[in-house]
């Protein structure tokens, strides 16, 4: 009897620094698992050897900052039956979207000997911006058991369950003393989504979002809080424009107390 074939599985690189491909490769045993049920057609960070598409499942990591980038991500869209962005330069165009609120073009001149061979779109954008996306796992970096459900659902045909309430949640878990009333200290933890397991809080710092905005975030309160804890305007700017600096409820919340 022939055997059934495994679906394949494909890993893609845009603008990024590679920890979310590295959370993949982290997985160890769970990944050993992963490769007994699915054939890793196209992963650079672990093969060389490359299986023609098309591909069952294609995970991008990274934001699309180039013109060659934006035709790529078209073509990587057309050969994935399903296709996961991870990370928050996948998702919200990562910590280079800082770049889209200022002038890229001076800091091409000013890094580059030679500025006239870089080619660069204005902004850095999340892959959503470009092509349809079938699922966003948020994190910078992501968790690693995170991404191990969500391939799981998508191989059973079912929805990926990952928590879409705040790090607060976690923190109530672990039995954490709340940082920011207890102590004045800024904390994100109550618009950021949760999947880190509250880490910062757990040593008595705020949290820095490094998983995003959560499901329907109340960023204006908080902004509200911040002030009430006599952070300045620009420091309440900074705060948001972190990891995850242009998701839309952080970045509207960091440009409205930028004027």
């Not at 499901?215 to 309160?221: L, Y």
């Not at 409820?249 to 930028?258: D, G, H, V």
């Amino acid at each position: 009897m022939a055997s059934k074939k495994k679906p394949t599985l494909a890993v893609w690189k845009f603008a990024s620094c590679d920890g979310c491909q590295l959370s993949l490769l982290d997985c160890e045993d769970e990944l050993l698992a992963v490769a007994d049920v699915v054939q890793i057609a196209n992963f650079p960070e672990a093969s060389r050897a490359v299986k023609r598409g098309p591909y069952d499942i294609s995970l991008v990591e990274g934001s699309i900052t180039t013109p060659h980038d934006a035709e790529r991500i078209h073509k990587i869209r057309r050969m994935s039956k399903t296709l996961v962005v991870i990370g928050a330069c996948a998702t919200a165009g990562g910590i280079q979207a800082l770049r889209n609120f200022t002038d890229v073009r001076r800091y091409v001149s000013a890094v580059y000997a030679h500025p006239e061979y870089i080619e660069t779109l204005n902004k850095s954008t999340p892959i959503a911006d470009h092509v349809f996306v079938d699922f966003e796992l948020r994190g910078c970096p992501i968790n690693k058991y995170h991404l191990i459900e969500v391939i799981n659902a998508y191989l059973n045909g079912r929805k990926p369950n990952i928590p879409s309430y705040s790090v607060c949640m976690e923190c109530k878990r672990k039995g954490n003393v709340c940082v920011m009333v207890a102590t004045g200290v800024p904390c994100l933890g109550p618009v950021t989504q949760a999947g880190c397991g509250a880490i910062c809080p757990s040593f008595n710092r705020g949290c820095y979002s490094c998983f995003g905005p959560k499901e329907t975030p109340n960023t204006e309160a908080l902004a509200g809080w911040l002030h009430a804890l006599d952070q300045r305007p620009d420091e309440i700017v900074r705060a948001f424009r972190g990891f995850n600096a242009y998701a839309e409820p952080f970045r509207k919340q960091s440009e409205a107390y930028e004027k």
